[in-house]
């Protein structure tokens, strides 16, 4: 049986103290869901190491939004996946579509830092989903299909072990606009298709697939219900320690 997963995204929010109390507050709530569902969160880099000492002993698991696509050297500003272990993570997030819009990150850059990161010991969660504009012109199934191979397709079925992909239509996040509960299922089937494709049968089975985009208490439910959505990358929702456990208890 394949894991389920929410991981909330922090993005650019709250100071460090804050984060370290938001931490916490997940960790007091987290013994209340049931043992299949892993909780991660994914913190501001300043945040790490400070939250993961407040979940130390708990079932969250922390997690970087970013990682560098060197592995050290002359490049100021960036972190290390070595830098991150060391601060306690065992995820990164990787090919956020905010990072794709404004930093420039390409798939080739993404397939860089998968290795880096796989290398490292840490999971990957990579992100794909198309744009509105991409959706209105019905060409989700061909953007989504295409970044899954652009990525994944240069790992091996082993490695796909330790990646979660989570699909979060662009149009969908941060706007209030959750995808329906079809419209992510399709996706996410096809997802599914394209790894057993690729991988065969049993790492499409085995694959985690997570739907992010305004997911919140409200429609989480509905969302899991679906048998390919494995859970959830909880952006907004996941800035409120009880609303992130309410969408844990969504499955
Ligand atoms: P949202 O963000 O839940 O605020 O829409 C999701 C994400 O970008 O990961």
């Known amino acids: 049986m394949r894991k389920k997963i929410v991981a909330g ?40 190491v400070c939250v993961a000492d ?3 002993g708990s079932k969250v698991e922390v997690s970087a939004q970013n990682c560098a696509d060197h592995e050290k050297g002359a490049y100021t500003g960036e972190v290390a996946v070595n830098m991150l272990v060391s601060a306690g993570c065992t995820w990164t997030i990787l090919g956020h579509s905010e990072r794709r819009q404004y930093y420039g990150e390409t798939d080739e850059k993404l397939v860089v ?11 990957v969660i990579l992100c794909v989903g198309e744009n509105l504009e991409q959706r209105e012109a019905g060409e989700h199934f061909a953007v989504v299909k295409e970044q899954v191979e652009n990525v994944l397709f240069h790992f091996t079925a082993e490695e796909m072990g330790r990646i979660v992909i989570a699909y979060e239509p662009v149009w969908a996040i941060g706007t209030g606009k959750t995808a329906t ?51 959830g990358l909880i952006g907004g929702a996941a800035l409120k320690a009880d609303d992130f456990i309410q969408i844990a208890l969504s499955f």
Request: proline share 3%; net charge neutral.
């Open 9 to 48: 995204n922090w993005k650019m929010n709250t100071t460090v103290s804050e984060g370290v109390e938001l931490a916490k507050a997940v960790v007091a709530r987290s013994a209340e869901v049931p043992a299949n569902v892993g909780l991660i969160v994914a913190a501001p880099f300043t945040h790490l």
């Open 54 to 56: 407040a979940v130390k």
């Open 113 to 123: 830092k998968t290795r880096l990161a796989l290398d490292a010991g840490l999971g």
């Open 181 to 231: 509960a079809e419209q992510a299922e399709e996706i996410h089937a096809c997802i599914r298709q394209v790894l057993a494709g690729k991988f065969g049968a049993q790492v499409a089975e085995d694959t985690t697939i997570l739907y992010g985009g305004s997911c919140k208490p409200s429609n989480a439910k509905e969302l899991f219900a679906q048998k390919d959505i494995d859970g």
